[in-house]
């Protein structure tokens, strides 16, 4: 039947009622099923010369009465088919080769109530087998390649169910208006260029589909189908609907999607027996008032049209179990809908809905409910992805509470090493009182200007601070200084949250064009695919040191360069997303057929998530305000004018609607709570602590969630709700997170060695536990002092070089943070969460006995291959022969890889794997006794994007011991790039016939494959790069199917709202 949308649920009763129909029909007739030997095992071989399967016949069919001959491969009936079957009722041909209908069929014709020759070739009906065939009850002829039917068909006085759907018809014969007794017609799918007159005849139809024909207009007299209860008409043009059309009174399902309707008939309420009416994707832009007084109905689609409002009288639908209205321009909705509380589902997302109606909660039996990409403002948005019942408690509070406003903004200055991001932000915050935090948050705007600051002697690493910017309304921005070195981009991440405004920095002194790639291209990439839908603004500094016309040119080319990455990316996006849609539109089996297609075997489960994800994608671009705005931090009136228009941007209620968010008092509280002592002072709440709070607050644990998530948007905290590893934290204390974290970035010797030195020499002092981590007595001599100096030295060589470093040396770093050596445990096992480093000698779960513990960060790894030795079994990954199968799991990213994203995956998998070895770009190790490679190539260019993969090998008979092995790192792996949402990657598996050979371009099998059970009754696959290789299958799929779908991204983008 036609693609429908919304009538999913629809189709699926329909189809289940049918199948309930023909297995009543059949269950006392005696069946068989024949099978071709080796037919199944290798349908995908489809070359010329291989000669057609034969089936041979068994003896004594006389009885048959069901004989099932599908799924053969056949071009020809067995010989005797006609003679030997004697009792024949039901033949059942589909998905075999046929070009023409057999004529032996004809010899059975005086019998058989039902044919089923779908899925063939037929490419001309004989009109004689046609004739011979009057007892037939039910024919299928769909997915073939008809261009016609002969008249004979309308000699069938007896059929009731006929399906020519899926072919290439044009025109429908007049005899079929004979056919008086037909209940079910599928035209659907064919070429049909208006409504065949005929079929205004057959009084008993009762089920039509005509879908996807460019019908453009129905016949007034359609009236005449007076018994038709399910009618299908999407996508075949209608732009309008005639009057007569008001008279189909039976009719109980209409399915009007994907046409051109504007408006529907005066009279279109006298359907009153519709239960179901699917308008999606038509051009309405008022809602159908005609539909009001269709009390029966029970769902009902609008999604994709241009509503900008839905009518009180909606609440007159009282039946209503299903309304969707998404992808629409609805801006409010009507506060009767609380009324419709019989509905199930409630589809609302990608309208501009700002407020919900009060007494929403009372819609409690919707269970299916979707409101992202909304721009919600009250209920909060966190409150409104959490469904109805919080929805309900958020409003029984409020009604309860003083609510008030809270304007704060996060936001995060980013951009290259000395673009001046620092500066910026002093010159910017001048006044106030950076150091003591918030308490000196009462400056007002800016005031005569001072001479700027001098620059701090070094970077100090990442920085926030608070910025009251209007004083007036209380107005602040949490300033998030992100720093710009390289070394930090392992931890920048965990600072872009949706939400904020981004402030992106460029140096315009040093500015040429052929940088625009490092300092500006590469930080709106990495920005999109962490929070896609920002908002970002380009300020360029320096604009003293240039000469006016120079300050032009440079704010245009990355004005220019920006608007051309944006379309290259949109571009490309368009195509792989056209590419999607190819394959969608081949049926599943096509694209098993053939290696060589794109998404060769990929479900349509598999290509419709990608699809989605694509428009996800190219839905939510980033936001990037024009014009580039030059600064120099040394006159103070360019400086105010930059503030004013930060501030101008912070009010953009549809950019910013956090800003202007009525809060409730216990948000309030809770926020209050978690910064006053003794809590404030501590590193990081566990989030029980802050459910304690929540409870004092007036917050039940349910709905500490939507609390916590504003204060992780609005800046006011880290608190990650994703991440299965660190979501159990709540990091209220900012600036010692930071600090700690600083600690291990900043990547200066110097500075290390001091820390390190300060930290001994108060070694001792009253710190009980101390010298049992160091061994060394107090107090030193002088020459144990030099010696060790040397020593403390030497860790920061190695903790530099080879990203080493011994507990007790982290302890010395840390100081100032750690009082106890439980606090050093915490912070350690918080680092192992967050991904930067690794224990390398403690097996897991157990304490280390007495024996110095080493931590590996493996973002400072330098050596650029691992030790070999780790890599035992002689073999090698340059392309030298191997004896074992290769499996390979290809992960590339062709716009930009996550920064930071190798060093994360190094430590997640750590506690999968033993004896491992790390090198810069590759970490050879064992999974059990099983070998395993994970290696990151970064990009060459445009035209090699960065890869990641990883692999495995076995023997074939032990194959699966390889996908043991890699299957938990690549579920790893999907795990990380889950905090990516804006990315575009693609998974493949090489080709393991190629890597064996040495092939430096294997070939790919798409990676959805992962996810997808092993197809059945296939053992070999050819491999599209050398025809003569098949690759089997247990080297393709592993043996189950992965969890988590490679392109599968939970919750896509339902935490990044449309903002
Ligand atoms: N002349 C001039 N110098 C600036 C300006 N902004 C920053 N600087 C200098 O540029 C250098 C780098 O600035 P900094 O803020 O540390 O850069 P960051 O690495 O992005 O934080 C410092 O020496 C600043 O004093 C500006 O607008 N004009
Ligand atoms: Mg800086």
Redesign the pocket.
Known sequence: MAGKDGGNLKTVRLWRDAALRARKLRSNLRQLTLSCPGVGADPIDDSPDSSPPQLVLPANLGDVEVLNLGNNGLEEVPEGLGSALGSLRVLVLRRNRFARLPPAVAELGHRLTELDVSHNRLAALGAEVLSALRELRKLNLSHNQLPALPAQLGALAHLEELDVSFNRLAHLPDSLSCLCRLRTLDVDHNQLTAFPGQLLQLAALEELDVSSNRLRGLPEGISALRALKILWLSGAELGTLPEGFCELASLESLMLDNNRLQALPAQFSRLQRLKMLNLSSNLFEEFPAALLPLAGLEELYLSRNQLTSVPSLISGLGRLLTLWLDNNRIRYLPDAIVELTGLEELVLQGNQIAVLPDNFGQLSRVGLWKIKDNPLIQPPYEVCMKGIPYIAAYQKELAHSQPAVQPRLKLL?MGH???????L?HCLTEHRVEASGEGGDQEKGYSPPPPPPPP?PT???I?VTSWTADASRGLRFIVY?L??DESYEVIQPFFLSPGALYVLVVNLATYEPPQFPTTVGSFLHRVGARVPHAVVCIVGTHADLCAERELEEKCLDIHRQIALQEKRDAEGLSRLARVVDEALARDFELRCASPHAAYYGVSDKNLRRRKAHFQYLLNHRLQILSPVLPVSCRDPRQLQRLRDKLLSVAEHREIFPNLHRVLPRSWQVLEELHFQPPQAQRLWLSWWDSARLGLQAGLTEDRLQSALSYLHESGKLLYFEDSPALKEHVFHNLSRLIDILNVFFQRDPSLLLHKLLAGTSGEGEGDGESSLVMAVPPPPPLSQDLLRATQLHHYVEGFLLHGLLPAHAIRLLLKPHVQAQQDLQLLLELLEKMGLCYCLNKPKGKPLNGSTAWYKFPCYVQNEVPHAEAWINGTNLAGQSFVAEQLQIEYSFPFTFPPGLFARYSVQINSHVVQRSDGKLQIFAYRGKVPVVVSYRPAKGALQPDTLSIASHASLPNIWTAWQAITPLVEELNVLLQEWPGLHYTVHILCSKCLKRGSPNPHAFPGELLSQPRPEGVAEIICPKNGSERVNVALVYPPTPTVISPCSKKNVGEKHRNQ
């Open positions: 200055l090493k000395a673009a001046g991001k620092t500066l932000r701090p970077s100090k690493g920085e200084d720093a710009g």
